[in-house]
């Protein structure tokens, strides 16, 4: 089966109220004790609860997981991560790796067919990392495919890839989705209709999109791996998390991440239980405070560090996740091998807060309770996606906590739209609360190398640093697990230090899915690993389409 899981790197997870899944899971409830007796059946429909519409279906362009959830069911890479986060081919059935790490020979699957009826070929991995290359292509993840030297596709099912040095991820950076030649050679992407109306290979096929209210896939009978069971999937996009809990209670919805509050205490009715399995475990994703180095104030260190000795963390990951998650400190995972459990930590001391600011000159100089320096107040704007409660409940108390030391700080939630095309994407902010997914491998370049600061690009806060420059590119250069640990070690003792992030918590991802779902099966990538085998059984089925 496949992992959705969109390379390279990471992912913008601004839309989900639902954290990302990963680590082994810890369900509160139970579908397998009559499984035996039920046999896998096709139909039925699932419905998936979406905080935020998608942007682009084209996954070249596309940065947000609403997109990306929806192309990861309608295309395919030519490998992926499997159920116990390995990496094992899809498109491609087999790869050799040359003894200098530079080569790579992929042989393709036969058989396959795009979603238009047209044979899918090595043409179309070879067209895919020139689309990702072409300067016109204003995409946020060429970096990894500009360290190929030259790539080849000597027959239709043979793909090679030569490095000049090794790419520490190489491997699994194929597992980008595979684009159609067919439909997009000598088209400006930006303007192809499959952005609206993807074709893919995939297990689903595209049907319909009604902006703002629903996206429609269907199960491709012709998929390689067989028809999915489940026919039909629709996500509908509700911006408020609470009118969709409503809707999953109602049975509107089947499939949505709770929020704490929902899954510690609004779930817990025999009724809810009856009607649904629900799922905890670490997520594979971290929320954060980042600071817009473009702005003035927060081009000084010691600014950064006292706003995060002004937060308690574990205030966070207690008032807001009722203690379902866990502190961070740095842009991975606890417990996964690139986390340095070292790094220098900013417990919540408020005195030092003010002394660090004092020390850069900022000071009550009029008695008026505000910091303030040659005559300007210590005041900014955190803005955060509309649709997320965390964030909107975590920027209502780092105001609350900055106050406390003086300094005036504004909410300002914005619709997802928006606060990308307006805020995000030119950098036009002070600071957000954002989040993103984490992947497996540590290959951090994309979202903080200097050269990654452009419009749209991932490092939109303009952090630069030199030494993290050189540490990220030695990183991705070197396959000794060991020696990279220690690059990668560094390289967050430079974040903590510098503070560019406030790093605040590793939540806990909370799904749920209505009990006539069967097959769901647990493993350390999640519960979606393995979606194109959940089923319903025939009596249970809810919907003829």
Not at 201 to 210: M, N
Request: glycine fraction near 8%; include cysteine; charged fraction near 25%.
């Amino acid at each position: 089966m496949r992992l959705s899981v969109i390379l390279p790197l990471f992912l913008l997870v601004f839309l989900c109220g639902c954290q990302q899944d990963n680590a082994t899971p810890v369900p509160s409830a139970s579908n397998v004790a009559d499984e035996g007796s039920l046999a896998p059946v096709h139909g039925d429909t699932i419905l998936q609860g979406a905080i935020g519409d998608a942007s682009n279906l084209l996954p070249v362009l596309a940065a947000d997981s609403a997109s990306s959830d929806i192309n990861g069911l309608v295309y395919n890479g030519l490998v992926r991560y499997d159920k116990n986060l390995e990496v094992e081919g899809d498109l491609a059935e087999s790869w050799e790796i040359s003894p200098d790490n530079l080569t790579f020979t992929f042989h393709l699957r036969r058989g396959i067919s795009w979603h238009d009826g047209q044979p899918f070929t090595s043409a179309d991995a070879l067209f895919t990392y020139q689309l990702y290359i072409d300067p016109k292509t204003p995409t946020a993840y060429a970096e990894r495919y500009r360290q190929v030297a030259r790539a080849e596709a000597p027959d239709p099912y043979t793909f090679v890839v030569h490095y000049d040095q090794p790419l520490a991820p190489a491997l699994i950076s194929w597992s980008i989705p595979i684009h159609p030649k067919h439909l997009l050679e000598g088209v400006d992407v930006t303007k192809s209709p499959l952005s609206r109306s993807p074709i893919g290979t995939g297990p689903y096929r595209f049907v319909e999109w009604k902006a703002g209210e629903k996206i429609v896939l269907e199960s491709n009978k012709d998929y390689y791996e067989g028809e999915p069971f489940i026919r039909r999937v629709v996500y509908r996009i509700i911006p408020d998390q609470a009118t969709m809990f409503l809707e999953l209670q109602s049975g509107g919805i089947d499939h949505m991440g709770l929020n704490p509050i929902q899954f510690s205490t609004q779930t817990a009715t025999p009724n809810f239980r009856r009607n649904f399995n629900k799922f905890r475990y670490p997520a594979f994703a971290y929320t954060y405070l980042g600071y817009n180095q473009r702005r003035p104030m927060f081009q000084d260190k010691r600014v950064r560090q006292a706003l995060t000795h002004a937060i308690n963390k574990q205030e966070l990951v207690d008032g807001v996740l009722l203690g379902l998650g866990q502190e961070a400190n740095g842009p991975y995972k606890p417990g996964t091998w690139p986390f340095n459990e070292t790094v220098k930590r900013y417990p919540h001391d408020p005195q030092k807060a003010k002394k660090l600011l004092a020390d850069a000159g900022w000071e009550d100089h009029d008695g008026d309770g505000i910091l303030d320096k040659d005559g300007k107040p210590l005041a900014f704007t955190i803005v955060t996606n509309q649709g997320n409660e965390q964030r909107i409940k975590c920027g209502e108390i780092l105001q609350q906590r900055f106050r406390e030391i003086g300094v005036v700080v504004k909410l300002r939630v914005i619709e997802w739209a928006s606060f990308l095309k307006e805020f995000i994407n030119p950098g036009d902010f002070d600071a957000t609360i954002l989040g993103w997914t984490v992947p497996s491998d540590p290959d951090s370049y994309n979202v903080w190398h200097s050269s990654k600061t452009g419009v749209g690009q991932l490092n939109f806060i303009n952090f630069k640093n030199p030494e993290v420059d050189e540490l990220l590119e030695k990183g991705r250069r070197t396959l000794d697990q060991a020696k990279r640990k220690q690059y990668y070690d560094r390289f967050q003792e430079i974040l903590a230090e510098e503070q560019p992030y406030t790093f605040l918590y590793v939540p806990d991802s909370l799904p749920v899915v209505a009990k006539r779902f069967h097959g769901i099966e647990e493993a350390p990538s999640g519960i979606m690993h393995n979606f194109i085998k959940w089923y319903v059984p025939k009596g249970q089925q809810k919907y003829l389409r």
